[in-house]
C-alpha cells in the first residue's frame, strides 16, 4: 500500500471513529457472563455462513448462536484507538440482547500504519486457532486493554493467561502458521467495503466508527423485527443471516455515498447553552455547541476549520464552549481552568484570548507554562493560580461532561449544529453543508414572525431528551456480605464483581474516589459475581469470603486489596498465592486452607451471584446505588469514569432528602 493510501485510510478511520475518543472510558468496559455462551454455541461444531453478503464460518472467532437473528461481523484493528473504544459498546451489546438474539464475529483489519497490529492479529488468530474462541476473546480483551504494549513477548504471556500451551503458541506464531487467516479477512474487508476501522456490518449494514451505542441499538431492533417477519414467512433461523445480509446488500447506497448517507441524521437534540462561553450573538441563525479538550489533538485540528466557519458566516453563527477534558489528558482541566477564570476576569474576551494561546501552544500547558499564560494575558497572576490548585471551576466543568454523557457525546471534538450532532474534527464541507440546511430552517422561522433571539431555543424546544438513568431493582444486601463506610450511610452503592475480572481491577480506583469524595455519606457494599469463564473467580472469592469470616470486614478488604493488586500477573490466584496472602494477613492458615478444599462458603457466593442474575445484571462490575433500605436505585454498568458515579450518588442524595440530613 503506498503512502497516499495509508494517509487516507488514517483520515478514515479517524472521522469514522470520533464518535468516542480513546481513553474516555466514560463509556468505559464491562465484563458479561454471556461469554460462556461462546463453548456452547460455537466450540461444539462447525458452520459455514458464506453466502452471505460478508460472508463468516466457524473459522472466525465468534460470540453468540449461529442461529442468532442478527450478525454483527467487526472489522477491527487491535491497536486503533477508536476500535478499544467501540468494545465497551459491544460489551453493553452483548449484555442487552444475548447469545440467543445477537452473533458477534470478528473480522481482523489491521491498518498499515499500526505497525504493531498486523503482529497482533496474527498472534490472537494463533491462540484461537490452539485453543477456541473462548481463549481468543481473553487474549483479545486483554490486548485491547495494553494497546501500547503489543509485543511478541507479551502475545506469548497473554496467550499463556488465555489457557493455550507456551510452546505450541510460539511455534505457530514464530512461523507465522495462520497469518493467512489475517490476509483473507483484510481481502473479506476490501471486498465489502471497509475503508478505516472499526467497521460494523449489522445483517450486512454498514455502521463505520466507533457510533454511540444508539446507532446500534436501532439497526439491531430493526434486524430483529425483519428477522422475525422472515422466520415468520419460511426463512429457516440458519438462513436468516444468508438472506436479510444479501437484502440489506441490494437496498445500501454504492460506497463512495455510503460516508454522506451515514452524515445525513438530521435528529436534532435538545441541547441547553447555558451559561457556557460563546463567540457570536444570541441571534445568530445557528448555535454550534461544542464539546472539547485543550489537550486533544483532534480538537486542535479543528480550531482552523470553526475559525473559517466565522471568516465565512460572520454573525450568522453562534459557537458556544463546553469542557469535556478527557482522562488521559491530565493538563486539560488545569487549561480549562485558566480559560474560565480568565473569564471570570476579562469576561467573553478575555475566555476567547485564552483559548486562542492555549491551543497555540497545545504542547506545553504545565503549571508554569499556564501561569506564564495568564500573565500574557494580563490576568491576575496569584487569582488563576488558586483557581487551578483549587480547581475552582470543577463543578461547571463537571456539569459539562455530565450533559455530554448524557447526550452520548462522549468523544472530543463533539459538536451540536442547532441540535444537529456533527463528530470529530471534520472538514470544512461538512460543517458548511449542515450550516447551510440550518440557516434556511431560521430564516423560514423568521420569515414566520419568530424572534431572533428565540430563534436557537425555538428550533431546539421539541428536540430529542436523553433517556433517564438506567435503574434496577436489586434485593437488600444480607448482613454477611462485606461493606465499608458507615452503616448509617443514607446511600448504599453495592458492587457486583470478579476478583478475574479486569474490568472490575481497573474500576477499583473509581471506588476508592467514591470513598474519598463521599466519606460516610455513602455504605458501600461487596456482592460476588464470579463469571463461569474465570476459572479463578471463585477460588479468589472463596478465599475473600474465609479472610472476613476469620477477621471480619477487615479482614475481607485486605484480601480483596491483594487479589486485585495481584490480578493479571502470572499465578496470581494460584493456590500457593491465596495462601500467601493469607499467611502474610495473620490468617488462620489451617481453617483457609479447609475453606478451599471443601469450598464452604461457595453457597453464599453462589446466592450472591444470583441475587445479580434476579435482578439483570449478567456483567462485571456492575454497580447499583440507592437509598439505604430501598431495592430500586440506579446502574452503572462497567468500570465508569467518577463523574458517572458522583451523579448517580448525588441524584440519590437529593431525591432521599439525605442532603438535608
Not at 480559560?339 to 475566555?351: D, H, I, L, N, P
Request: proline residues 6%.
Amino acid at each position: 500500500m503506498n503512502k497516499g493510501t495509508a494517509i487516507v485510510g488514517f483520515l478514515l478511520c479517524f472521522m469514522a471513529g470520533m464518535a468516542l475518543m480513546w481513553g474516555i472510558d466514560r463509556g468505559a468496559g464491562g465484563h458479561t457472563a454471556s461469554a460462556e455462551a461462546t463453548q456452547e454455541y460455537v466450540a461444539g461444531g462447525t458452520w459455514d455462513h458464506s453466502d452471505a453478503s460478508v460472508p463468516v464460518s466457524s473459522k472466525d472467532p465468534t460470540w453468540g448462536s449461529p442461529n442468532a437473528p442478527v450478525t454483527l461481523v467487526l472489522f477491527s484493528d487491535f491497536e486503533c484507538p477508536f476500535c478499544s473504544k467501540v468494545e465497551a459498546t459491544l460489551t453493553q451489546l452483548r449484555e442487552q440482547y444475548g447469545p440467543q438474539k445477537l452473533r458477534i464475529i470478528w473480522k481482523s483489519n489491521p491498518l498499515p500504519f499500526h505497525k504493531n497490529a498486523r503482529p497482533a492479529s496474527v498472534a490472537a488468530e494463533t491462540v484461537f486457532r490452539i485453543k477456541g474462541p473462548e481463549a481468543f476473546w481473553k487474549f483479545h480483551e486483554v490486548a485491547f486493554q495494553n494497546q501500547r504494549a503489543l509485543t511478541p513477548e507479551n502475545f506469548e504471556q497473554w496467550a499463556v493467561q488465555a489457557g493455550v500451551d507456551k510452546a505450541k503458541f510460539k511455534a505457530a506464531y514464530d512461523k507465522q502458521e495462520f497469518a493467512a487467516k489475517v490476509d483473507a479477512d483484510l481481502a473479506a474487508g476490501k471486498a465489502a467495503g471497509v475503508s478505516g476501522t472499526p467497521a460494523s456490518f449489522i445483517n450486512g449494514i454498514l455502521l463505520s466508527g466507533a457510533q454511540p451505542i444508539d446507532k446500534f441499538k436501532q439497526v439491531i431492533d430493526e434486524q430483529l423485527k425483519a428477522a422475525d417477519a422472515a422466520i415468520k414467512a419460511g426463512t429457516k433461523p440458519e438462513k436468516v443471516y444468508a438472506k436479510l445480509s444479501q437484502e440489506n446488500k441490494a437496498k445500501a447506497p454504492p460506497p463512495a455515498n455510503r460516508e454522506q448517507a451515514q452524515q445525513e441524521d438530521k435528529t436534532v437534540w435538545k441541547v441547553p447553552v447555558g451559561t457556557s462561553p460563546a463567540k457570536g450573538p444570541e441571534t445568530a441563525l445557528v448555535t454550534i455547541v461544542e464539546w472539547s479538550d485543550f489537550q486533544c489533538p483532534f480538537c486542535s485540528r479543528v480550531v482552523p476549520t470553526l475559525d473559517e466557519v466565522v471568516k465565512t458566516y460572520g454573525d450568522k453563527v453562534r459557537i458556544v464552549w463546553k469542557d469535556n477534558p478527557l482522562p488521559m489528558h491530565p493538563r486539560a482541566e488545569p487549561a480549562a481552568e485558566l480559560a474560565r477564570e480568565a473569564r471570570a476576569q476579562k469576561g467573553e474576551a478575555g475566555f476567547w484570548a485564552a483559548y486562542d494561546l492555549l491551543w497555540k501552544n497545545q504542547q506545553k500547558l504545565t503549571d508554569d507554562d499556564l501561569l506564564g499564560y495568564a500573565k500574557e494575558l494580563g490576568l491576575n497572576v496569584d487569582k488563576v493560580k488558586t483557581a487551578i490548585l483549587d480547581k475552582k471551576y470543577g463543578a461547571e466543568i463537571t456539569a459539562d461532561q455530565d450533559l455530554a454523557d448524557e447526550l452520548q457525546a462522549s468523544g472530543t471534538p463533539h459538536f451540536f449544529i442547532n441540535g444537529r450532532r456533527l463528530v470529530g474534527a471534520q472538514p470544512i464541507e461538512k460543517f458548511k453543508t449542515v450550516i447551510d440546511e440550518e440557516i434556511k430552517k431560521a430564516q423560514d422561522l423568521l420569515a414566520k414572525g419568530v424572534a431572533a433571539k428565540d430563534l436557537y431555543n425555538e428550533i431546539i424546544k421539541d428536540g430529542k431528551t436523553p433517556p433517564p438513568p438506567e435503574k434496577k431493582t436489586v434485593d437488600v444486601a444480607p448482613a454477611e456480605s462485606a461493606w465499608k463506610g458507615s452503616d448509617k450511610a443514607k446511600v448504599v452503592m453495592q458492587i457486583f464483581s470478579d476478583f478475574e475480572c479486569p474490568f472490575c481491577k481497573r474500576a477499583e480506583d473509581t471506588v476508592a474516589q467514591v470513598e474519598k469524595a463521599y466519606g460516610d455519606k455513602v455504605k458501600i457494599v461487596w456482592r460476588h459475581k464470579p463469571l463461569p469463564f474465570h476459572k479463578n473467580a471463585m477460588p479468589a472469592a472463596l478465599a475473600a469470603e474465609e479472610a472476613k469470616k476469620q477477621k471480619g470486614n477487615e479482614g475481607f478488604w485486605k484480601m480483596h486489596t491483594a487479589l486485585f493488586k495481584g490480578a493479571g500477573t502470572p499465578d496470581a490466584f494460584a493456590r500457593t498465592t491465596l495462601e500467601k496472602y493469607a499467611e502474610e494477613q495473620g490468617l488462620d492458615l489451617g481453617k483457609f486452607k479447609a475453606a478451599l478444599d471443601s469450598e464452604a462458603h461457595k453457597k453464599f457466593i453462589e446466592s450472591e451471584s444470583g441475587v445479580a442474575d434476579k435482578a439483570g445484571i449478567s456483567g462485571t462490575p456492575g454497580f447499583h446505588i440507592a437509598a439505604a433500605g430501598k431495592t430500586e436505585g440506579y446502574f452503572i454498568s462497567g468500570a465508569q469514569p467518577f463523574p458517572k458515579f458522583k451523579k448517580m450518588i448525588d441524584l440519590v442524595i437529593k431525591e432521599s432528602g439525605a442532603a438535608k440530613k
